[in-house]
């Protein structure tokens, strides 16, 4: 699978990377089904499957249940050099199903010392502020990505950004910061504008919920009944969104193996379309 250079780093991630909400976290989600959360055995399945297909890059977060502590364990019984991008700023509370956000200097300082704890490593490669759509707020009140940005100076981040929710936040996300994580998808662009800023600034993009979190498949699914159509939902939606030269990588949801197979392969086929 073909890489891209983060830059301003020297990070390069998979043009397609494995989100693992599902290797977390089962409840207040948005999947159009109801899953059970991967044992460590198909866990693992699962981490040996994407490294094989190429990818190296795993995007989690604290919010993800304990998707960290567990990727911290499982990545040591993998043979295979990831890069791991995670988060800072939600915090979700699994007994009550409900999310509570921090952006103090003191909190974010805090919650990276733990995300070093429990994914087991002396520096993080990436980290974004998760944001809880007040993003312009975030950054100019909190100071949050300048936070970061000091950790980084520190030598405990390699690469700074932020998951954002609206244009305007995107772009000063990415003034501040090397990495925007931005939704777009066959059914939502609304923040094309971020991918356009980034790509005239010498910026990055990842893309979240690439798949509507699972809702593009469906739709065509119900409406054709056909396996084909949903692969060529992926592919399209691979098609929208690596069209846009900002983009270094897709961050997909998946604990299907055959879904990281056929993913990959598409990824693969739809980025040399464009790139
Ligand atoms: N605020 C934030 O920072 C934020 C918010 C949302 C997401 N994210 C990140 O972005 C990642 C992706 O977002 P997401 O998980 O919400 O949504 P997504 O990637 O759009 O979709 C994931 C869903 O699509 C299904 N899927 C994947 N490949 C498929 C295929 N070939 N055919 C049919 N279904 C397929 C998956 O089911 P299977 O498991 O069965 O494959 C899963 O339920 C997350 O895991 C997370 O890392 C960040």
Redesign the pocket.
């Known amino acids: 699978m073909q890489k891209v250079k983060i830059k301003n780093t020297d990070i390069e991630v998979s043009i397609l990377g494995l989100?693992?909400?599902?290797l977390g976290r089962n409840t207040a989600v948005?999947?159009?089904s109801a899953?059970e959360i991967p044992d460590d055995k198909a866990a693992l399945t699962i981490l040996n499957t994407t490294a094989e297909c190429g990818i190296n890059l795993l995007?989690?977060?604290p919010a993800?249940g304990n998707s960290e502590t567990r990727l911290g364990e499982l990545i040591k019984r993998t043979s295979h050099e990831w890069i791991i991008s995670t988060?800072v700023g939600?915090i979700f509370d699994a007994t009550t199903g409900e999310s509570t956000y921090n952006f103090n200097p003191e909190y974010i300082q805090s919650s990276i010392e733990n995300s070093l704890r429990q994914l087991q490593r002396d520096y993080l490669d990436i980290v974004?502020i998760?944001?809880d759509g007040n993003d312009e707020n975030i950054i100019t009140n909190y100071g949050a990505l300048e936070t970061l940005n000091q950790l980084k100076q520190k030598g405990l981040i390699r690469a700074t950004g932020m998951?954002t929710?609206t244009v305007d936040g995107g772009i000063l996300a990415a003034q501040q910061s090397d990495i925007v994580?931005v939704?777009h998808?066959l059914h939502y662009q609304g923040e094309t504008g971020v991918m356009d800023y980034a790509q005239q600034n010498n910026k990055n993009i990842f893309i979240?919920?690439?798949?509507?979190?699972?809702h593009?498949?469906l739709t065509k699914e119900s409406t054709h009944s056909s396996t084909d159509t949903?692969?060529d939902t992926?592919q399209q939606s691979f098609n929208c969104i690596y069209q846009h030269h900002s983009v270094s990588s897709i961050?997909?949801?998946?604990?299907?193996p055959a879904?990281?197979k056929?993913?990959s392969e598409k990824a693969i086929k739809s980025f040399s379309l464009y790139r």
């Open positions: 989100g693992t909400v599902k948005k999947y159009p899953f995007d989690t977060a993800y988060k939600e974004l998760h944001s998951s929710k994580m939704t998808n979240k919920k690439a798949l509507a979190s699972g593009s498949t949903t692969e992926v961050v997909l949801g998946s604990i299907t879904h990281i056929s993913n």
